[in-house]
């Protein structure tokens, strides 16, 4: 799988270094192209030239597929192939989906790759006909049609990629729709459903009521709903009365723009107004949020839901004084404590080192712009504060590879905790040791 995406990484690179990949009959240059095409798979958003001015229409084509096969994962658009082609999907290729899908079992895999492919064009075909209401007005038909299309694609699978620079400035996002409703909400709506995974919408289409749902569903839902909350309300009040972001907006923008910010941390990178203008203790939140991230088995990133809810409920458990750790009549497992552990323990550890990395090779950024651009990356959010496209050739290539472990890296090392069953347990345990914590 790591070889599967640095294979279509490197290739999307190739692709988009040739002169017919940018507007102006150029070759853009490998780096950047290298810097693009990772982003795109690594569905993050985070770019060095404008998408919407710089690459050609042919250009702008490759990334939107990069970003589609990078949000599914290439293993599922194989088996779309495979599927149509109605060839036999084999033990080892049922491993590999296994693996790219975050399963824990082999039954069903490809009944469920089916039900991802077909979701997965539903919803962005629903978000591609909403968003042309809006984009067909404004921008005509074709150009309009375009737009939509690349967009849903980019927000279901919280790539965070747009092309408004034509329209409202280059890396302006979707500042221009700051005050249109339905585009706030139809993005908002393709970002979540992208980001609490597959396996929480096929088990919400087949049970409908929340009762109904399994723990894992549950926690999802109401952790990803937790999140978006808490940072509505934070974002609102922080900068309600900042009049570089929200203090020049009336009252029903500055809740879209609360809410379309916050939405946009579970790892999308669209943004409605200006970052570098927000205070420092909003964009500190910011950083937070991000890294937390979406949920297993979607097309986001950054720790899970499920982990920071797993580590919560471990704390909770231990303040109470309870044996075990318990949530919805059900007992969550140590092995699955330990696995949080491991994840959250990588996952800061990374986002501090890449952060300090980023300081020494980038001098010229603050500490908290080094660290919202390392975070942002590592988590595949794609927000910036604007310091990608001054990010030296050291500081790109630390950018790409935490791009590359956000994606691939904290994947396999879950999968890598997970998989129990590929080690085996040690026949001898050792005498208890006492250590004194706290």
Not at 121 to 131: C, K, P, R, S
């Amino acid at each position: 799988m790591v070889i599967g995406f640095a294979a279509l990484i490197l290739f999307g690179g190739l692709v988009l270094n040739l002169p017919i990949s940018s507007a102006n009959g150029k070759s853009t240059g490998f780096i950047n192209a290298l810097f693009t095409s990772t982003s795109a798979v690594c569905i993050t958003g985070l770019i060095v030239v404008d998408t919407g001015t710089h690459w050609s229409q042919f250009g702008q084509f490759v990334i939107i597929t990069l970003i589609q096969i990078g949000g599914l994962g290439f293993m599922t658009i194989a088996t779309m192939f495979s599927l149509l082609a109605k060839k036999r999907i084999n033990l080892r290729e049922r491993l590999l989906i296994q693996e790219s899908l975050n399963q824990r079992d082999l039954s069903g895999l490809v009944k469920l790759t089916r039900y991802i492919i077909l979701m997965t064009f539903v919803i962005e075909g629903t978000g591609a006909l909403l968003l042309s209401t809006v984009y067909i007005p404004k921008l005509g038909l074709l150009r309009g049609i375009w737009y939509s299309i690349f967009n849903s694609i980019s927000a279901f699978c919280n790539a965070g990629f747009d092309l408004m620079g034509p329209i409202s400035g280059e890396f302006s996002s979707l500042t221009y729709f700051v005050d249109n409703t339905l585009v706030n909400l139809v993005i908002c709506s393709l970002i979540i459903l992208g980001g609490i995974g597959f396996p929480v919408i096929l088990d919400v289409i087949h049970n409908k009521k929340f009762s109904k749902l399994n723990i894992h569903s549950k926690i999802v839902i109401n952790t990803t709903l937790i999140l978006i909350a808490m940072g509505f309300l934070f974002i609102f009040i922080a900068e309600f009365d900042n009049k570089n972001s929200l203090g020049g907006l009336n009252m029903k923008e500055k809740i879209l723009s609360s809410l379309f910010q916050s939405v946009t941390l579970r790892t999308a990178g669209f943004n409605t107004i200006n970052l570098n203008l927000l205070n420092e203790n909003t964009l500190f939140l910011m950083i937070i949020l991000m890294l937390v991230g979406a949920s297993p088995a979607s097309t986001g990133g950054g720790l899970k839901t499920t982990t920071i809810a797993t580590l919560f409920l471990t704390v909770r458990s231990f303040i109470m004084g309870k044996e075990d750790i318990e949530v919805y009549q059900r007992r969550v497992s140590d092995a699955t404590v330990k696995k949080s552990l491991g994840i959250f323990f990588i996952g800061v550890f990374v986002s501090l080192f890449g952060t300090l990395l980023l300081t020494v090779v980038n001098p010229g950024f603050t500490l908290i712009e080094s660290a919202f651009e390392v975070i942002s990356a590592y988590a595949t959010v794609g927000l910036s504060l604007g310091g990608s496209g001054y990010l030296t050739i050291p500081g790109k290539i630390i950018i790409m590879l935490l791009m590359f472990i956000g994606r691939v890296g904290s994947l396999t090392m879950f999968i890598a905790l997970l998989s129990k069953n590929l080690r085996m347990k040690s026949k001898v345990r050792y005498p208890e040791g006492k250590i004194i914590v706290g």
